[in-house]
């Protein structure tokens, strides 16, 4: 790893005369217009400065969280439901596993929400355990069931069949919760899906089956979940979903006896990646939630219930950014600004066409009016390594820097190596403005540790 470090100071040098002699090339063969329209904007919490400063340090592509965000939409989070004794915010750790994050969250009273072995184990380092973790699995290996039974986690079925796995491989726990497809042939997210045809969850009539068995297999406590939203801007949306949420724990004890003693309502609150788009208004819902189970309550008095969300991107999507440098133009039929993070550091633009804001900083410190149209991308061999396409940017030169907004929930967490491409590094920007790296980059030894390289 230090060796890295001191290799990057040459390949500073190495890299600017590349990219001087580049542009010089791109003078002669340019042929798009600039200024082709207005530009959106979006607010940057960092300075052009700060950004370029860390760049000169810390070799590009690399993830910037920042604590001060994090730690108020945690707060946001304890503050919208406080008026629901209870209340818990499981923080969905798939969406950003880093430890440091976690330990950040943790210390706010957040839980968390794991949803495969390998996130358990890392609650399990850092002294998280009981009912501070969630899991909520599906197509779930025994290991895992024996795992989260072991540090005494809420475990979360995803199907009636798993009662008996669970039972047989690491003994039904005393609390039980059940993740409900409610089936209605509504599209609500365009990642999940319309729910009839999402592989998530038990249907109605199975749910009430299911806590029938449990309870009669000696479950003490139950919990009820689903999630059926992705990123949704609508307030309106998650209402629904808690009220036919309280409207399921009435049914449950009509059918079965059971009280609910909480229900957790998933996550999917979305966040403005657009610069038009509004992200979701946290109080705003806590409210319109508290009104619905306040009229919920004068029907179900007896029925006193937890509220619990599972979120990860409101969390922490807007407390981190990817910054890339830009090494490379192309003019064919398109314009083409190529960086040097690609897909494999960020994937949901090119998996779910998703939209990332893009801030140029620019290595001159000039600021121009000038705008063009083009397609921001990586170098996988793979055409939908793309950041941005058709977008509208200030004129873009080779050295300048791209920070991809809003990269803080699955971005890192959904990396992968394709073309031998290696994880970039992370860093945390401390409330004190400290700036620490909290992972360091791959390197190629990583890349073939797992490979019997004696036997070459
Ligand atoms: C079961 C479950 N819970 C919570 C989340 C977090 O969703 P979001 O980050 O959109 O809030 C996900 C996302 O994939 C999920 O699958």
Same mark, same amino acid.
């Given at each position: 790893?230090?060796?890295?470090?001191?290799?990057?100071?040459?390949?500073?040098?190495?890299?600017?005369?590349?990219?001087?002699?580049?542009?010089?090339?791109?003078?002669?063969?340019?042929?798009?217009?600039?200024?082709?329209?207005?530009?959106?904007?979006?607010?940057?919490?960092?300075?052009?400065?700060?950004?370029?400063?860390?760049?000169?340090? %810390?070799?590009?592509?690399? %993830?910037?969280?920042?604590?001060?965000?994090?730690?108020?939409?945690?707060?946001?989070?304890?503050?919208?439901?406080?008026?629901?004794?209870? %209340?818990?915010? %499981?923080?969905?750790?798939?969406?950003?596993? !880093?430890?440091?994050?976690?330990?950040?969250?943790?210390?706010?009273?957040?839980?968390?929400?794991?949803?495969?072995?390998?996130?358990?184990?890392?609650?399990?380092?850092?002294?998280?355990?009981?009912?501070? $973790?969630?899991?909520?699995?599906?197509?779930?290996?025994?290991?895992?069931?024996?795992?989260?039974?072991?540090?005494?986690?809420?475990?979360?079925? /995803?199907?009636?069949?798993? $009662?008996? &796995?669970?039972?047989?491989?690491?003994?039904?726990?005393?609390?039980?919760?059940?993740?409900?497809?409610?089936?209605?042939? *509504?599209? *609500?997210?365009?990642?999940?899906?319309?729910?009839?045809? #999402?592989?998530?969850?038990?249907?109605?009539?199975?749910?009430?089956?299911?806590?029938?068995?449990?309870? #009669?297999?000696?479950?003490?406590?139950?919990?009820?979940?689903?999630?059926?939203?992705?990123?949704?801007?609508?307030? @309106?949306?998650?209402?629904?979903?808690?009220?036919?949420?309280?409207?399921?724990?009435?049914?449950?004890?009509?059918?079965?006896?059971?009280? $609910?003693?909480?229900?957790?309502?998933?996550?999917?609150?979305? &966040?403005?990646?657009?610069?038009?788009?509004?992200?979701?208004?946290?109080?705003?819902?806590?409210?319109?939630?508290? #009104?619905?189970?306040?009229?919920?309550?004068?029907?179900?008095?007896?029925?006193?219930?937890?509220?619990?969300?599972?979120?990860?991107?409101?969390?922490?999507?807007?407390?981190?950014?990817?910054?890339?440098? *830009?090494?490379?133009?192309?003019?064919?039929?398109?314009?083409?600004?190529?960086? /040097?993070?690609?897909? #494999?550091?960020?994937?949901?633009?090119?998996?779910?066409?998703?939209?990332?804001?893009?801030?140029?900083?620019?290595?001159?410190?000039?600021?121009?009016?000038?705008? @063009?149209?083009?397609?921001?991308?990586?170098?996988?061999?793979?055409?939908?390594?793309?950041?941005?396409?058709? =977008?509208?940017?200030?004129?873009? !030169?080779?050295?300048?820097?791209?920070?991809?907004?809003?990269?803080?929930?699955?971005?890192?967490?959904?990396?992968?190596?394709?073309?031998?491409?290696? =994880?970039?590094?992370?860093?945390?920007?401390?409330?004190?403005?400290? *700036?620490?790296?909290?992972?360091?980059?791959?390197?190629? /030894?990583?890349?073939?540790?797992?490979?019997?390289?004696?036997?070459?």
């Amino acid at each position: 790893m230090i060796l890295e470090y001191d290799k990057h100071e040459q390949l500073q040098k190495n890299r600017k005369l590349t990219y001087k002699l580049r542009s010089r090339l791109i003078e002669n063969f340019t042929t798009f217009p600039n200024n082709v329209t207005k530009i959106m904007t979006k607010e940057l919490k960092h300075s052009d400065e700060f950004i370029k400063s860390l760049a000169e340090k %810390y070799p590009t592509p690399f %993830y910037l969280y920042d604590e001060k965000t994090l730690r108020e939409h945690a707060r946001l989070f304890n503050k919208a439901f406080a008026w629901n004794a209870g %209340y818990k915010e %499981y923080f969905a750790v798939k969406a950003n596993p !880093n430890p440091e994050i976690l330990k950040i969250l943790k210390s706010e009273n957040l839980g968390f929400d794991c949803s495969s072995l390998a996130e358990l184990n890392i609650c399990e380092r850092l002294g998280f355990v009981g009912e501070d $973790i969630m899991f909520t699995s599906n197509d779930t290996p025994s290991a895992e069931y024996v795992k989260a039974k072991n540090l005494n986690a809420i475990i979360n079925l /995803d199907d009636i069949t798993d $009662i008996y &796995v669970l039972e047989k491989c690491a003994g039904l726990p005393e609390v039980i919760c059940f993740r409900w497809n409610p089936g209605l042939s *509504v599209k *609500v997210s365009s990642v999940i899906g319309n729910p009839v045809e #999402a592989k998530y969850g038990l249907t109605t009539r199975q749910l009430v089956e299911a806590y029938r068995i449990a309870k #009669a297999k000696g479950v003490k406590r139950f919990g009820l979940h689903t999630m059926i939203a992705s990123n949704l801007l609508d307030e @309106q949306f998650f209402l629904t979903t808690a009220k036919s949420l309280f409207d399921m724990t009435a049914l449950i004890k009509k059918e079965t006896g059971i009280e $609910i003693s909480f229900i957790n309502m998933g996550g999917g609150f979305g &966040v403005a990646y657009k610069p038009d788009q509004k992200t979701i208004d946290l109080i705003k819902l806590g409210q319109m939630i508290q #009104a619905g189970y306040t009229e919920f309550n004068k029907v179900e008095p007896n029925l006193q219930i937890r509220l619990l969300t599972e979120a990860g991107r409101l969390v922490a999507a807007e407390a981190g950014v990817l910054v890339t440098r *830009v090494i490379h133009r192309k003019d064919t039929y398109r314009a083409y600004i190529g960086v /040097d993070a690609s897909m #494999a550091n960020l994937m949901r633009p090119g998996m779910y066409g998703a939209y990332h804001h893009i801030t140029v900083v620019s290595e001159s410190g000039k600021k121009s009016n000038a705008t @063009q149209e083009v397609d921001v991308v990586g170098s996988l061999c793979e055409n939908c390594d793309k950041f941005a396409v058709n =977008r509208v940017l200030p004129t873009i !030169n080779i050295g300048d820097l791209l920070v991809i907004h809003d990269a803080g929930a699955h971005g890192y967490a959904m990396g992968f190596q394709y073309n031998g491409k290696l =994880r970039c590094a992370e860093l945390l920007l401390e409330e004190s403005g400290n *700036v620490r790296m909290i992972r360091r980059a791959e390197t190629f /030894d990583d890349y073939i540790a797992t490979l019997n390289v004696n036997e070459w």
